[in-house]
């Protein structure tokens, strides 16, 4: 089963940038686009990154999304890091006609 | 404006079946491909499954451990997304969303909608 793995947690200064990584168990992450997903405690997800690097109208340009082939990852970069930031990602692709979620990275912003 | 509003949450003992609504608003329905996502107390996201519109085939899909007792449909002359549940289990206790991938508002704004959740408790 295909699967995707991110850091459990990642956490960085405000104004600083922070990367999250999203790496593909198997074939090539490439094949199927990735979406990222913000969620704040309490809170419903919010997706931030589509199609591996679009961003919805509202987010900011310090979101930005790529794709590594060379690591079979995806990637979320934020950066100017604000407080608001604080939250969990996710990220989510395909196998197959399924759906697959990465299981998560906390982002703390101190 | 945009918007997915999710409902019919509630409790459900194990062996129980439940049917969730997703009433759509702000686009066209009708070609939206239409997801169910959940998420355990705790836990992280999973999906459940989806339907695809009926131009593409109407068809759905599903997460293993709900196939064969979950059943997405759709009602497009009411721009309402379902969710029935059957022989529901106590690691089907989670907060349900739905969601669609973009949706293009005008030649520059896209949108991609995420409901604020129904609760599903499974408990005896």
Not at chain 1, 65 to 84: C, H, M, V
Not at chain 1, 87 to 99: G, L, V
Not at chain 2, 17 to 36: D, I, Q
Not at chain 2, 71 to 94: F, G, H, P, V, W
Request: proline residues 5%; aromatic residues 8%; hydrophobic residues 30%.
């Amino acid at each position: 089963n295909f699967m995707l793995t991110q850091p459990h947690s990642v956490s960085e200064s405000p104004g600083k940038t922070v990367t999250i990584s999203c790496t593909g168990s198997s074939g090539s992450i490439a094949s199927n686009y990735v979406q990222w997903y913000q969620q704040r405690p309490g809170s419903a997800p919010t997706t931030v990154i589509y199609e591996d690097n679009q961003r919805p109208s509202g987010v900011p340009d310090r979101f930005s999304g790529s794709i590594d082939s060379s690591s079979n990852s995806a990637s979320l970069t934020i950066s100017g890091l604000k407080t608001e930031d604080e939250a969990d990602y996710y990220c989510q692709s395909y196998d197959s006609s399924n759906e697959v979620f990465g299981g998560g990275t906390k982002l703390t912003v101190l | 404006e945009v918007q997915l509003v999710e409902s019919g949450g509630g409790l459900v003992k194990p062996g129980g079946s439940l049917r969730l609504s997703c009433a759509a608003s702000g686009f066209t329905f009708s070609n939206a491909w239409m997801s169910w996502v959940r998420q355990a107390p705790g836990k992280g996201l999973e999906w459940v499954g989806r339907i695809k519109s009926k131009t593409d085939g109407g068809t759905t899909d599903y997460a293993a451990p709900v196939k064969g007792r979950f059943t997405i449909s759709r009602d497009d002359s009411k721009n309402t997304l379902y969710l029935q549940m059957n022989s529901l289990k106590t690691e089907d206790t989670a907060v349900y969303y739905c969601t669609t991938g973009p949706i293009p508002i005008t030649m520059i704004v896209v949108v991609c909608p995420w409901g604020q959740g129904t609760l599903v408790t499974v408990s005896s």
